[in-house]
């Protein structure tokens, strides 16, 4: 069954980097693409992202300067990379898969909770 | 950026009782919205997309329905696994959702 998994560092100083790893299973990184999306109380839910079947990839334009999306497709693990990490960054992120047809957001991850602080 | 509107924030409802959430969008989405519920542990699932197409699954007593540029959820006869967070998503262009309704037992 389709399944992805989140996971990450769990605290991170602020002005540092964050890595965190999406890695799915039942479907191929090359028939589908992943989003990724995050959640704090301050800002309800956002979506960050997206790295398609093919490679490419979107970002929200707010925080592109800051993102960086990558996968392997050998190892079915989608990367998402942020840098300059400030308090407001403190939230759940989740991955989620992009399903065919006009079905985004099919199936999502259990999400990992990053804490930006000193 | 499309936003969304989303109410009630929450509700407060009774076992068997028929509920609906709204979320209106600031701008033509042509039905490319999805609905999601959220429990207290975090799990996120899909139920409906395409406005009004249920998931797999998805018990039929849940509904998605459009007027004009208000898109509805609703749960026709609630069950005690029905309360959580609900969150509308519209996906016409880059991906953005609405608020959320906590959804509680009265």
């Known amino acids: 069954q389709v399944q992805l998994k989140e996971s990450g560092p769990g605290l991170v100083a602020p002005s540092q980097s964050l890595s965190i790893t999406c890695t799915v299973s039942g479907f191929s990184l090359t028939s589908y693409g992943v989003h990724w999306v995050r959640q704090s109380p301050g800002k309800g839910l956002e979506w960050l992202g997206a790295i398609w079947a093919g490679g490419s990839t979107n970002y929200n334009s707010a925080l592109m300067s800051r993102l960086t999306i990558s996968k392997d497709n050998s190892k079915s693990q989608v990367f998402l990379k942020m840098n300059s990490l400030q308090t407001d960054d403190t939230a759940m992120y989740y991955c989620?898969?992009?399903?065919?047809?006009?079905?985004?957001?099919?199936?999502w991850g259990q999400g990992t909770t990053l804490t930006v602080s000193s | 950026d499309i936003q969304m509107t989303q109410s009630p924030s929450s509700l407060s409802a009774s076992l068997g009782e028929r509920v609906s959430l709204t979320c209106r969008a600031s701008?033509?989405?042509?039905?490319?919205l999805s609905w999601l519920q959220q429990k207290p542990d975090g799990t996120i699932k899909r139920l409906i997309y395409a406005a009004s197409t249920l998931d797999s699954g998805v018990p039929k007593r849940f509904s998605g329905s459009r007027s004009g540029s208000d898109y509805s959820l609703t749960i026709s006869s609630l069950e005690s696994e029905d309360f959580a967070d609900y969150y509308c998503?519209?996906?016409?262009?880059?991906?953005?959702f609405g608020g959320g309704t906590k959804l509680e037992i009265k």
């Open positions: 998503l519209q996906y016409a262009s880059y991906p953005t």
């Open positions: 989620a898969r992009d399903g065919s047809g006009n079905s985004p957001f099919d199936y």
């Open positions: 701008q033509e989405i042509s039905g490319y």
